[in-house]
């Protein structure tokens, strides 16, 4: 059974930072892209970042680029996301996923196939 634990999420005033990580079980992590998606009340859910399965590709929305790092350590099963300069506009629950499908990585939900419970980011201004 494939778990993805997402860990790290919490309040944190506006300039801050946090650590958000995601521990994965009962799959290959090293076959699979991650990727992070953010959901925030009233909106649909979007792609944050993604990082291949060696994680020499990698890829930011827009709105978190020069903010956010994706990374992964594929001898610990775990994905990381580190953000800085967080802004009121990042509160949000936060969502690893998992794909087998993607040489490089994707920011499309659909194209992928195992997801966590979230963390919930919420920054106070």
């Known amino acids: 059974q494939v778990q993805l634990v997402e860990s790290g999420g919490g309040l944190v005033q506006a300039g801050g930072s946090l650590r958000l990580s995601c521990t994965a079980s009962?799959?290959?992590?090293?076959?699979?892209?991650m990727g992070w998606f953010r959901q925030a009340p009233g909106k649909e859910r979007e792609g944050v970042s993604c990082?291949?399965?060696?994680?020499?590709?990698?890829y930011y929305a827009d709105s978190v680029k020069g903010r956010f790092t994706i990374s992964r350590d594929n001898a610990k099963n775990t994905l990381y996301l580190q953000m800085n300069s967080l802004k009121p506009e990042d509160t949000a629950m936060y969502y690893c996923a998992a794909t087998p499908y993607y040489s490089g990585c994707s920011t499309v939900p659909g194209t992928y196939n195992y997801w966590g419970q979230g963390t919930q980011v919420t920054v106070s201004s």
């Open positions: 990082i291949s399965r060696s994680g020499g590709s990698t």
């Open positions: 009962g799959l290959t992590f090293d076959a699979h892209a």
